[in-house]
């Protein structure tokens, strides 16, 4: 079983970082593939980054290319985002997700993170 706890929010001005961690405490997290997921009040989940258990592949949502990198480090069972050049409409509720991509999609989202929250102020 996978156990997700995000750190690494907090608040910033726009054009600032931050680095979020995704660690799975139960060591299991290598056999799946990992994604960064993020939501505001009153709307849907949706999609931000992906990256295959290998770590060969990654995928992006639309907005956050160029600024954003998802990565992952099996040996210590973390995935991270690199958030640069961030912008107040970055602002959400940042979770983990681990499951099964086919293709740039998710077939399956099996575990969740609790949430980071993530201010960027103007």
């Known amino acids: 079983q996978v156990q997700l706890v995000e750190s690494g929010g907090g608040s910033v001005q726009t054009g600032g970082s931050l680095r979020l961690s995704c660690v799975d405490s139960k060591r299991t997290f290598r056999r799946y593939d990992m994604g960064w997921f993020r939501q505001v009040p009153g709307k849907e989940r949706e999609f931000v980054a992906a990256?295959?258990?290998?770590?060969?592949?990654?995928y992006y949502t639309e907005p956050v290319k160029g600024r954003f990198t998802i990565s992952r480090d099996n040996a210590r069972n973390t995935v991270y985002l690199q958030m640069n050049s961030l912008k107040p409409e970055d602002t959400a509720v940042y979770y983990c997700?681990?499951?099964?991509?086919?293709?740039?999609?998710?077939?399956?989202?099996?575990?969740w993170g609790q949430g980071t929250q993530v201010t960027v102020s103007s």
């Open positions: 990256i295959r258990w290998s770590g060969g592949s990654t």
């Open positions: 997700a681990a499951g099964g991509l086919s293709g740039s999609s998710f077939e399956s989202l099996e575990y």
